[in-house]
């Protein structure tokens, strides 16, 4: 069974298009996290969410909104898809503090 | 917020030699202190992590030094082998169970 999963794996979109994708994980822990990954490979967060508090990193575009209908889920919508945006996303969990996370297969966003 | 920084972001060595990348933090608070290892088009793994009360973990070829007061923590692999060429990534979590990661270091091991 896949501990967290993501889906779609890879995403080819236009310029202005709204998108969301989708993660959930299967491990019961508390707190999912969003990072995106550039060419430059720096793995950088976006959110971190738990039952009770969503920490955004202040250098996210607020056309990026992450949305968790339950604690297994934490999915990312983005409005207004722009070039910069093109990158590698990839969905965390871990059970709390000072614990690993598990991170996701990753999705492939391309916009042209 | 946290800040980690990543030295060296390239690496190669020869089969059979040790590697050393080293990373500082900036944030005193911080706690927990994972590596992670990605390879190519996969998603990071956890290799080895070290918590702020330890000074140093060993599993197997690979080890994990921590000082605290410097700020510095370090991953060091011996008897390096191909399957280890990878980017590795160490991290720092704050006190808001935000993992923050350095810049990576692309390791080659050379057969």
């Known amino acids: 069974d896949t501990a967290v999963s993501q889906t779609p794996k890879y995403l080819v979109t236009q310029m202005g298009n709204d998108k969301s994708i989708k993660c959930e994980q299967n491990?019961?822990?508390?707190?999912m996290y969003w990072y995106k990954q550039d060419s430059k490979k720096f793995l950088k967060i976006m959110f971190s969410?738990?039952?009770?508090?969503?920490?955004i990193n202040e250098t996210v575009p607020n056309r990026f909104s992450p949305k968790s209908p339950d604690k297994a889920h934490l999915n990312l919508h983005i409005n207004s898809l722009e070039l910069g945006d093109s990158a590698v996303y990839f969905c965390?969990?871990?059970?709390?503090?000072?614990?690993?996370?598990?991170f996701g297969q990753g999705t492939r966003l391309t916009v042209v | 917020g946290e800040n980690v920084e990543q030295h060296p972001s390239t690496l190669s060595v020869q089969e059979g030699d040790s590697a050393v990348i080293k990373c500082t933090y900036s944030?005193?608070?911080?706690?927990?202190f994972p590596w992670y290892k990605q390879e190519l088009g996969k998603r990071p793994q956890l290799i080895i992590d070290?918590?702020?009360?330890?000074g140093e973990k060993k599993d197997q070829r690979i080890a994990v030094t921590l000082n605290k007061t410097a700020k510095h923590f370090s991953l060091h692999i011996t008897e390096t082998q191909p399957e280890d060429s990878a980017v590795y990534f160490c991290?720092?979590?704050?006190?808001?169970?935000?993992?923050?990661f350095g810049t990576g270091t692309s390791l080659t091991v050379i057969p």
């Open positions: 965390a969990s871990s059970k709390g503090s000072n614990t690993e996370a598990f």
């Open positions: 491990l019961g822990h508390d707190t």
């Open positions: 969410y738990n039952n009770k508090e969503l920490i």
């Open positions: 944030d005193s608070a911080s706690n927990y």
């Open positions: 070290i918590r702020s009360n330890v």
């Open positions: 991290a720092a979590m704050n006190t808001g169970n935000q993992f923050y």
